[in-house]
């Protein structure tokens, strides 16, 4: 199943999720208005994706991948969100993801989107802040809250940076 289609905002960093980690996290600075134009690069056939990618959901044998289970999360949409939330994943060491083998697997079959990009700053945002709030209420661990929230500043920061530049020349591309 393949679509094109502008990309949501509402998918990538859901407000509300950003919202209740700053009832937990009251310095995390807001949103920014555009999340839309870093988003823009995103614009992209979309695909199924799997959404939870973690060691635990990858059945291998041999070191080969064989299957991969829990498709509670799946939807479809750009690759690059399956990407960054995979990055995002990697940085916890129990969740046994080698992100840098996953986009090498996918670079097999398809030219990978680079979840370094500031397209992909939106969904990395989105995925720190759920494992904050996993830390923060489902899971308690005040620890990993603390380092997760701290990660969500800092992609926010980054996002807010990305915003910023693409702002000016959205604005005349829209104007032309």
Same mark, same amino acid.
């Given at each position: 199943?393949r679509?094109?289609?502008p990309?949501?905002s509402?998918?990538?960093?859901?407000p509300?999720?950003?919202a209740?980690?700053?009832l937990?996290?009251?310095?995390?600075?807001?949103?920014?208005? $555009?999340i839309?134009?870093?988003?823009e690069a995103a614009?992209?056939?979309?695909?199924?994706l799997?959404?939870?990618?973690?060691g635990q959901?990858l059945?291998g044998?041999r070191?080969r991948?064989?299957?991969?289970v829990?498709?509670?999360?799946?939807l #479809?949409g750009?690759?690059?969100?399956?990407l960054?939330r995979?990055?995002?994943y990697?940085?916890?060491p129990?969740n046994g #993801?080698d992100a840098t083998?996953?986009?090498?697997g *996918?670079?097999e079959?398809?030219?990978?989107?680079d979840?370094?990009s500031a397209?992909?700053?939106p *969904?990395?945002?989105?995925?720190? #802040?759920?494992?904050?709030?996993v830390?923060?209420?489902v899971a308690?661990d005040a620890?990993?809250?603390?380092?997760?929230?701290?990660?969500?500043?800092?992609?926010?920061? $980054?996002?807010?940076?990305a915003?910023?530049?693409?702002?000016?020349s959205r604005?005349?591309?829209?104007?032309?």
């Open positions: 199943m679509s094109t289609s990309p949501a509402r998918s990538a960093s859901s509300l999720r950003h209740n980690l700053r937990r996290a009251p310095g995390l600075p807001p949103l920014p208005d $555009r839309e134009d870093a988003l614009r992209a056939p979309h695909r199924l799997h959404l939870d990618v973690r959901n059945l044998r070191g991948l064989e299957a991969v829990d498709w509670s999360n799946a #479809i750009p690759p690059l969100m399956e960054a995979v990055a995002e990697a940085l916890l129990d #993801i083998a996953v986009l090498a *996918y670079a079959s398809s030219t990978p989107p979840p370094d397209a992909a700053l *969904y990395r945002l989105d995925t720190a #802040i759920m494992l904050a709030l830390f923060h209420s308690p620890e990993r809250a603390q380092v997760l929230t701290a990660r969500a500043e800092h992609l926010l920061t $980054r996002l807010r940076a915003v910023r530049s693409a702002g000016p604005e005349r591309e829209r104007q032309n």
